[in-house]
T-cell receptor, first 116, second 114 residues
Framework: AQSVAQPEDQVNVAEGNPLTVKCTYS??????LFWYVQYPNRGLQFLLK??????LVKGSYGFEAEFNKSQTSFHLKKPSALVSDSALYFC??????????????FGQGTELSVKP | NAGVTQTPKFQVLKTGQSMTLQCAQD?????MSWYRQDPGMGLRLIHY???????DQGEVPNGYNVSRSTTEDFPLRLLSAAPSQTSVYFC?????????????FGQGTRLTVV
């Protein structure tokens, strides 16, 4: 079965410190990889994606993610966390096949808490 | 540019009632889909569509119907609401092209079935 795992329900970081939110996946082929962020009572906002090419991708708000094909991982990173980064983060994977209709397979989410 | 619009934002239903959650997008996206979000489970796919007139089931389709008569609209119908359908529902749309694969989400509909 295809799946996405975010092993940490919660990540706590002090403001100014680097942060990492982990994601691994088990999806056949070479799927597209995404990170989304959700603020309370809001929809999901796109942060960044991996399509092909450079394994380090940069996205919105200073976030970046590192793709590792051998480990099937796509960890989200930021060099210096802000209190305003506190939110729920989702890793998602999309199979490349046309007939999959753009459907996304989500991890269970990681709550990021950044303390002053 | 409104993006993806969902209505209503909140709804309370009694067990056995039916209703339709509306979703519309104005970006001419080929793909549309419905997800439900439950605590600790991420988002799970209910139904999806690759274009007008074409729909298919996702991971958790039971109790829900969809149709896609136009590119813009993708309503989700609850046939006979059950407490297990209490959840937050999100509609999403995306392009078919590889370089524009990211999905755009609506603000969600919070549904409570009593």
């Amino acid at each position: 079965a295809q799946s996405v795992a975010q092993p940490e329900d919660q990540v706590n970081v002090a403001e100014g410190n680097p942060l990492t939110v982990k994601c691994t996946y088990s999806v056949s082929g070479n799927p597209y990889l995404f990170w989304y962020v959700q603020y309370p009572n809001r929809g999901l906002q796109f942060l960044l994606k991996y399509i092909t090419g450079d394994n380090l991708v940069k996205g919105s708000y200073g976030f970046e993610a590192e793709f590792n094909k051998s480990q099937t991982s796509f960890h989200l990173k930021k060099p210096s966390a802000l209190v305003s980064d506190s939110a729920l983060y989702f890793c998602a994977v999309r199979p490349r096949l046309y007939n999959q209709g753009g459907k996304l397979i989500f991890g269970q989410g990681t709550e990021l808490s950044v303390k002053p | 540019n409104a993006g993806v619009t969902q209505t209503p934002k909140f709804q309370v239903l009694k067990t056995g009632q039916s209703m339709t959650l509306q979703c519309a997008q104005d970006m001419n996206h080929e793909y549309m889909s419905w997800y439900r979000q439950d605590p600790g489970m991420g988002l799970r796919l209910i139904h999806y569509s690759v274009g007008a007139g074409i729909t298919d089931q996702g991971e958790v389709p039971n109790g829900y119907n969809v149709s896609r008569s136009t590119t813009e609209d993708f309503p989700l119908r609850l046939l006979s609401a059950a407490p297990s359908q209490t959840s937050v529902y999100f509609c999403a749309s995306s392009r078919r092209t590889e370089m524009n694969t990211e999905a755009f989400f609506g603000q969600g509909t919070r549904l409570t079935v009593v």
